[in-house]
C-alpha cells in the first residue's frame, strides 16, 4: 500500500540548520534529534536560513530508521527518521516499514 497523507495544520518556519525532506523538524528549526520533542515534518528540504512548511497535525508521511509495525509509538532517531520508542512520541505508525529508509504515514499526536 502506498502511503497516504491528510494534513490538518502547516507552519511556516526559518531552518536553523540544513532540513532534509519527509524528517522530523524540531522546535529549534532543525532536524529533530534522538528522542528529542518533534515539532513536525517538512515534506521539502531547506538550506540554512530558507523558510519550510512543516506539518504538526494530521497524518504525515515521514522516512522510517528502520523497521517499524503498524501502530507502534514512533519517536525520533539521531537523524530525525522515524524509529520506535516511548520516549517523546511523536506519533503512532498507520503504514509498516520494512527496512530504514522505508516513507511511512504517521498520524502525529499533535
Do not use: H, W, Y
Not at 64 to 74: E, P
Not at 90 to 95: F, N, Y
Amino acid at each position: 500500500m502506498t502511503p497516504t497523507k491528510k494534513v490538518v495544520l502547516v507552519t511556516t518556519v526559518t531552518a536553523t540548520a540544513p532540513i532534509i525532506a519527509n524528517r522530523f523538524i524540531g522546535f529549534d528549526g532543525k532536524q529533530a534529534k534522538a528522542n528529542a520533542p518533534v515539532f513536525g515534518v517538512t515534506p521539502r528540504e531547506a538550506d540554512e536560513g530558507g523558510s519550510v512548511g512543516v506539518e504538526c497535525a494530521g497524518i504525515v508521511l515521514v522516512e522510517s530508521g528502520g523497521a517499524i509495525a503498524v501502530g507502534a509509538k514512533v519517536a525520533s532517531d539521531a537523524q530525525g527518521c522515524a524509529v520506535a520508542g516511548d520516549t517523546n512520541t511523536a506519533g503512532t505508525a498507520v503504514t509498516a516499514a520494512s527496512v530504514a529508509g522505508d516513507l511511512i504515514a504517521v498520524l502525529l499526536k499533535g
